[in-house]
């Protein structure tokens, strides 16, 4: 017998960056649990290709084009939502870019990119949506942090940053909407195989390291996001915000350190 505590069925949920990684693997698992989900992305044909691909039979996934650094297209994309499906319930926050080089080498442009997206973008859909839930009186956000918040990787500094205003925007909207009935976490995933990161993980030197440093021995799949993602926006999580919930095979548990024991 399935659990009422764990449903997300009929609720709406927007998913941004939802074309691929992580953001479509969270949007389709949501739409197989009978989620009314709608995806977002900059590229149409991407975005209608992932549409297709992951929508159940009788429960097809929404798409619509919204780039989130472009704040003034949000209010838009809230109203088309709520006048199709009546309410947002979820927003699951995962859109986000990152570009690996030393710190000396980025560029305005390039840092503006990043922040853009990561952080800026973030906090204005956030709030757009938080503006939908606070009307209904209820609602649950789930923010995409990064292991970086933990301890900043070499290589992807602005990354971090990003990602550590994340850390505080999840914490500050929680104070801040939690009375009115809005719920605020994020997620932190680790090392996780999606086609961006293949090629890096790929490489031998990287698999060894990730595996030694994770105490579950492995690196993570999209699917491991999935039970975090479904727990924070359903009832079962009903008394928790403000939390970032690291989902990373225990990398943040400790320092592995080369000493085997008797």
């Not at 204005?124 to 970086?148: C, W």
């Amino acid at each position: 017998m399935s659990d009422q505590l764990f449903s997300v069925k009929d609720r709406v949920t927007l998913v941004s960056g939802g074309s691929r990684g992580i953001g479509k693997a969270l949007a389709a698992a949501f739409a197989e649990r009978g989620a009314k989900v709608v995806i977002t992305g900059r590229e149409k044909e991407t975005l209608e290709k992932s549409a297709a691909e992951i929508s159940p039979e009788g429960n097809p996934v929404v798409p619509l084009v919204c780039d989130v650094s472009a704040v003034e297209s949000l209010p838009n994309l809230t109203k088309t939502i709520v006048d199709q499906f009546g309410s947002i319930d979820i927003l699951l926050n995962v859109a986000g870019v990152n570009k690996r080089q030393r710190v000396e080498q980025f560029t305005p442009e390039e840092y503006d990119f990043i922040l853009d997206i990561n952080l800026r973008g973030a906090f204005f859909l956030a709030q757009e949506v938080g503006k939908q839930m606070l009307k209904q009186g209820s609602g649950a956000q789930v923010h995409i942090d990064s292991l970086n918040t933990y301890a900043p990787l070499k290589g992807v500094l602005p990354y971090a940053m990003s990602k550590a205003g994340i850390s505080m925007m999840t914490r500050g909207m929680a104070t801040e909407w939690g009375p009115r009935g809005v719920r605020v976490n994020a997620l932190a995933p680790g090392f996780i195989l999606t086609a961006m990161t293949s090629k890096l993980w790929s490489i031998p030197t990287m698999q060894e390291w990730g595996k030694r440093n994770s105490p579950l021995g492995r690196l993570g799949e999209v699917s491991d996001l999935v039970g975090a993602a479904v727990f924070l926006s359903s009832d079962a999580s009903a008394f928790m915000t403000g939390q970032v919930i690291y989902v990373d095979g225990g990398m943040t548990a400790g320092i592995n350190w080369p000493i085997e024991l008797d």
